[in-house]
């Protein structure tokens, strides 16, 4: 049996474990849940992680190809992203682990995500997600965006379900 074939036959490798030394936390505007912060938490590396928290103030759309006022994100909503990035970091300082985080407004918000873990060096993303819906039915949601992420990555992505 060749080299290529035993390569074919072997089922394919899961996201590692960790410990990771830079994580990503995101979120595509949903609060984050106490799991998926203690998902990240345990993937930390002790003492030497360091975690971007971020999240997206999601824009509504286009008009005529450009953006428009009133699609683009509220001041309540920008205050909700940030108040929901800033708990996520204090609580992660209150567990040991070096936070800093940040919000952006963006339509495409998995190719933000992804942009963002590269920038920042990640070697993990963490994000709370719904279960996982049909593929088509679910490319039209804006929930499922946490599944795309992890079809696009080329980092291990942990997705967090809530009960």
Do not use: Y
């Not at 990771?20 to 979120?27: H, K, V």
């Not at 203690?38 to 286009?62: M, N, Q, T, Y």
């Amino acid at each position: 049996m060749s080299a290529t074939a035993r390569l074919r036959k072997q089922p394919p490798a899961g996201p590692s474990e960790g410990p990771f030394e830079r994580i990503l936390l995101a979120s595509e505007g949903r609060p984050f849940s106490d799991a998926a912060i203690a998902r990240v938490i345990e993937l930390a590396k002790p003492s030497v992680a360091s975690v971007r928290v971020f999240s997206i103030a999601r824009v509504h759309g286009v008009s005529f190809g450009m953006q428009t006022p009133g699609l683009l994100p509220t001041k309540a909503e920008w205050k909700e992203q940030r108040e929901i990035v800033s708990r996520a970091v204090k609580r992660l300082e209150r567990k040991g682990i070096d936070a800093d985080g940040h919000v952006v407004g963006t339509r495409k918000s998995t190719k933000r995500i992804l942009q963002e873990a590269q920038f920042a060096g990640c070697d993990a993303i963490v994000m709370a997600a719904d279960p996982d819906r049909n593929r088509v039915t679910g490319d039209f949601s804006w929930s499922q965006e946490p599944q795309r992420v992890r079809r696009k990555a080329k980092i291990p992505v942990f997705l967090v379900t809530e009960p």
